[in-house]
């Protein structure tokens, strides 16, 4: 099967595994448009990566392949609310993402596949870049540290998409882990999947080491937040930690980044409303620790986040009534969803990315400070410590809601807890976070009836339901006879 030298030299850098060949396969059948994004860095490992500057250049590399819209340029923020209670899928659409309005998909679905496939290759991506044999210094260290990082994040969302939540089981089946670069490894190795546990625990050694090598103030880039830094990485480590049910580390790592990483809350509306406007990465630390660039030259098209949700876009994706309703009038964040119309019937239209006309268009924010107090925030109320946990739950309350005189100390540590998750969803809504927040938390939930301004909804979703996870994609089960299925599918 021919694949273009466009994309990548299949005899260099496709890891050498099964995962890898499910991507092979499916190239042949890709249109012209898909490979028109992928990454450009197609030199092959043994004499790609010889000098910091190509280093460099494979590390765009990197980040390039993980704009594609079937991962963090688009498919994974919208899953993670159109699943939810926070979207629906308007009864006028362009067709897309019908199947995950109504819960319904198998094996053989293209959106569980094509997160599979492209967020495996962007850890290829980064695998080859960690394992190049360059000296172990300086810039090349703390390049090697974006990459950890990179692959950090990479797994974050495959075993939280594929997988039942590190609170339910830590012992359930998770996702192969692939650390080494495929002119290590040796030719087709079939993974077996890796316990839940057994990923988060990569994950965090993954931070670790990338936080160690990486400095505060790196040459490189400087505080551009298109970059993974030092503090994205303790930020994402304290998010993982959340997640796994460990506070007093989550609450430790998100306390340095809030100590020490010298980000900011915007001010007052005029900034917010201008920071969700900005197509460039942020160099002040201003609300952003890390977004993926989508500028002019590389950017999704029609196919984008922001072009789904903008109504001057296809403005398929609609806020719900009752996402709607826990915004007060005064919440500057309720200035991102409008009262409008969508073909006559009222709608709350959702404007958190404005730029879907533009050249330049909106950056995908993957960590933000906002989210790092949330973290501080619930991690000292799951500790008993309220005090500490209205703090930075306040920090960010009141100056979202410049009328909100703040919550009490009247509230329990579990009132605490319920109040952080619900800011959490005023917070992180149209990001993606929203489904898996009711994950980690194991807690059954209602999709809202949008009657007859949606098409068909599934309402109800159990703990027990075997769909609340992603399926392993039947072209992976085909090819690798040691990888084992999500049960029911």
Known sequence: MLVSKNFFNMKYLISRFSIALILIASLGACKKSFLDQSPNISLPVDNAITSEASMLEAVAGMYRSMTTYYTFGRNYQVMGDLLSDN?????????RFLG??????????????ALWRYTYY????????????LPRTGNVNYLRGECLTARALCYFYLVNWFAKPYTASADAPG????????????????????????????????????????????????????????YAAKALQARAYLFMGQNDKARDAAMQVITKGGFTLAADNSAYQTYWGGVTGRTDKLESIFEINNPSTANNGVEGLDYIYSPKGFGDLLATDSLYNIYTATDIRRGLIRDSLRSGKQAYVVQK?????????????????????????EAYARGGDVDNALTYLNTLAKKRDPAFTGYTNALSATDVINVVLRERQRELAFEGFRYLDLQRTNIDFKREDMGA???????????TDFRRIQPIPLSEKNVNPNIEQNKDY
């Open 87 to 95: 979207v629906y899928l308007s009864n006028t659409n362009s067709s």
């Open 100 to 113: 995950q309005s109504a819960f319904v998909w198998t094996s053989e679905s293209p959106e569980a596949l």
């Open 122 to 133: 962007s850890i290829l991506q980064a695998n080859r870049i960690i394992w190049s044999n």
């Open 175 to 230: 996702v192969p882990l692939v650390l080494q670069s495929a002119n290590i490894t040796g030719p087709l190795v079939y993974p077996a999947r890796n316990t839940v546990g057994e990923v988060y625990t990569q994950i965090i050694t993954d931070l670790d080491s990338a936080y160690n090598m990486m400095s505060d103030a790196p040459a490189l880039h400087g505080n551009t937040s298109n970059f993974l830094s030092k």
């Open 353 to 377: 990315y404005k730029n879907a006309t533009g050249t330049d268009r909106d950056q995908m924010r993957m960590i933000r400070y906002a989210e790092v107090l949330l973290i501080a925030a």
């Open 453 to 463: 301004k949606a098409v068909s909804n599934y309402p109800s979703v159990l703990t």
